[in-house]
């Protein structure tokens, strides 16, 4: 698939909030996105600490990937960053401000889709300066188990998911997307997150979950033919779209627009830092598309990942997860 790069950056035209309640905390959420200046990115601030700290939304922050993924810098900390950071993405903002007052994401529906109705209300605005893309030249992968994850040459941003579970509801899934604005929004942004009902009774004896209800989760029943939700599913394979969902946000944190095909099977939050970290760590795999005014006419022109100092990067190492499995394939 041929696929057209926009080459500026953008950030919201206007303001806009949202109030909700904090999934494992159940506790009261409040949260502000407001234009941002050129080259700033995706960025979050804790109104109810220092609201003048900034938290980028960067992998080098990412501190947690239990359950969902945390980003942090010291005591300011934001969980469940994925479904905001995936509509953010693929609604093709670059640069915006975030003011939160507690250290959870809003999880309204369980879906990015609020946040997609609010990122329309706010609109977006071009900006003058230019992007930088990343483009994948040769596969990169990462496996832990049973678990797998890799990202492919494509001209435009693909991703295919497949699950499997051991039940009658889920059991085996498979997804695969053009990420695009009109297909983010259509496809993907209403899947909500999901849990077995054993699994979410567990979390609430720990003390997690506490926000979690009908609203928010699909529940799956104990007895894994059916679920809890009334309403039914918003799609028969809500469940591995939800998926592709985290991912899309997941990979945001590598902080620039992809070009490549992310092709996942049965990974998760832990395993999408991995494929970064790998991406990071194989600038012979990947080049940079840069693009640049000249009068009238933007041009654009590649520069190879081996030939890009560490210092020019906008992708970070993680410095404070524990663990992880990182064994990386780029053929020479």
């Known amino acids: 698939m041929s696929s057209y790069i926009e080459p500026h950056q953008y950030t919201l035209r206007r303001p806009v909030s949202c109030c909700g309640i904090g999934l494992h905390t159940g506790k009261p959420v409040t949260m502000s996105l407001k234009p941002a200046s050129v080259n700033s990115g995706i960025r979050f601030f804790r109104s109810d600490l220092h609201a003048d700290k900034a938290v980028p939304a960067h992998m080098d922050k990412v501190v947690d990937t239990t359950l969902a993924t945390t980003i942090g810098d010291g005591e300011a900390r934001i969980s469940t960053t994925e479904h905001l950071l995936a509509a953010l993405r693929a609604s093709g903002i670059d640069n915006v401000h975030i003011d939160i007052d507690a250290h959870e994401v809003p999880i309204m529906d369980g879906s990015a889709g609020p946040f997609v109705h609010l990122l329309q209300r706010g609109g977006r605005k071009r900006q003058r300066a230019l992007r930088r893309i990343l483009r994948i030249t040769r596969p990169i992968s990462v496996t832990d188990g049973e678990k797998s994850i890799r990202i492919e040459p494509y001209n435009g941003f693909k991703v295919t998911g497949r699950i499997c579970f051991g039940d009658n509801v889920i059991s085996e899934q498979t997804y695969s997307v053009d990420v695009t604005p009109e297909r983010f929004s259509r496809e993907i942004a209403r899947a909500r997150t999901f849990g077995f009902v054993e699994q979410v009774e567990q979390l609430w004896r720990n003390g997690l979950a506490l926000g979690g209800n009908l609203n928010n989760v699909i529940a799956i029943h104990w007895d894994g033919r059916s679920i809890l939700n009334e309403e039914g599913l918003r799609f028969d394979d809500e469940f591995v779209r939800h998926k592709v969902l985290d991912l899309i946000g997941d990979m945001a944190l590598l902080g620039t627009p992809v070009l490549g095909h992310v092709i996942a099977d049965r990974s998760g939050h832990s395993l999408h830092l991995d494929l970064m970290q790998s991406i990071v760590d194989n600038p012979q795999c ?43 394939a780029c053929p020479a």
């Not at 000249?294 to 524990?322: A, C, D, M, Y």
């Open 286 to 328: 990947w080049e940079y598309v840069k693009f640049h005014k000249r009068g009238k006419i933007i041009q654009r022109r590649t520069v190879e990942g081996s030939r890009t100092r560490p210092q020019q990067l906008p992708l970070f190492f993680p410095q404070n997860l524990q663990g992880g499995v990182r064994p990386s």
